[in-house]
C-alpha cells in the first residue's frame, strides 16, 4: 500500500480517538504507555471516545482515568488521520491543556513523564509525532494524514488550518 493509493476525501476511520497534552511552564505531560496500541512508547495520554461523549469530554475524561488529573484550559489543536498496512484506521482528535489539577500519578495504564518541551524524546514515540506535535506546541492548528506499517511512517502529509 502506498500514501498515494489512499482516498482520504472517501476514507473511514474504524474508530475516533483522542489524545490530549497539557502544556504549561515550558514543559509537557508525557506518559509512556503500559498497555493497548503503542504499549511501551511515549504519548500523550487519551483513548477511544466512547457512545455519547464528544472528543473532548473522552480527552478529558481518558487524562483523568490514565494519570489521576483533571486538565484545565482545554483547547482542539489539531486533527490526525491513520491508516495502517493492516487494514486498522483512526481518526485522532488532538487537544491541549493549558494546566491541570492534581499530581499526575502512575497507572496500570501509564506513567506520567513532564518533560521539556525542547527535550520531548521523539526516538521513543510514534514516528509520525516529529511532524506535527511541534505545531501543537505553537498553537498551528494542523489536520495530518499518515500510513503506517507497523512502527514504520510510510508517507504522510499535514495541511496548517
Known amino acids: 500500500m502506498r500514501f498515494s493509493d489512499i482516498d482520504w476525501g472517501d476514507w473511514r476511520p474504524r474508530e ?15 506518559i509512556r504507555k503500559k498497555r493497548g496500541l503503542g504499549a511501551g512508547k511515549i504519548n500523550g495520554p487519551g483513548g477511544k471516545v466512547e457512545p ?3 472528543p473532548e469530554q473522552a480527552a478529558v475524561r481518558e487524562v483523568r482515568e490514565e494519570l489521576g ?6 483547547t482542539r489543536a489539531g486533527d490526525l488521520r491513520f491508516q495502517f ?18 499530581e499526575a500519578t502512575e497507572t496500570d495504564e501509564a506513567v506520567p513523564l513532564w518533560t521539556n ?5 521523539y526516538d521513543e514515540m510514534w514516528p509520525d509525532d516529529e511532524h506535527w506535535l511541534p505545531m501543537m506546541l505553537s498553537r498551528e492548528p494542523f489536520d495530518g494524514r499518515f500510513l503506517l506499517d507497523g512502527d514504520r511512517l510510510v508517507g504522510h502529509e499535514i495541511l496548517l488550518l
Open 69 to 74: 488529573v483533571e486538565p484545565t484550559g482545554v
Open 117 to 121: 518541551v525542547a527535550e520531548i524524546p
Open 16 to 30: 475516533i480517538d483522542t489524545i490530549l497534552f497539557v502544556v504549561r511552564d515550558g514543559e509537557v505531560l508525557l
Open 52 to 54: 455519547g461523549e464528544t
Open 85 to 102: 498496512a493492516d487494514g486498522f484506521s483512526m481518526h485522532v482528535v488532538v487537544f491541549r491543556a493549558s494546566g491541570c489539577v492534581g
